[in-house]
């Protein structure tokens, strides 16, 4: 698995999951769907983001870098 969420994405997902998971005591059992959100932010990966060509990562390295320092 390759990282492809950032630091923004992964927070808010990671907020929401838990909002999401606290309607569980007050009866909305479809607050369990919180755990999806936290576990992609856990992971830093996105299988949706994988399907779209999304990528809200950080490390966004073309590979052009790399090449540059190995060359100094």
């Not at 838990?18 to 369990?32: D, F």
């Not at 983001?49 to 090449?67: A, H, P, Q, R, V």
Request: hydrophobic share 45%; proline share 4%.
């Amino acid at each position: 698995m390759k990282i492809n969420l950032g630091y923004k994405d992964r927070t808010v997902r990671f907020v929401i999951g838990i909002i999401l998971i606290a309607m569980v005591p007050a009866g909305h059992a479809w607050g369990l769907i919180g755990i999806v959100p936290i576990l992609t932010a856990t992971f830093a990966f996105c299988p949706a983001y994988t399907l779209f060509g999304i990528n809200t990562s950080d490390d966004k390295c073309c590979g052009k870098c790399k090449d540059d320092k190995q060359e100094k």
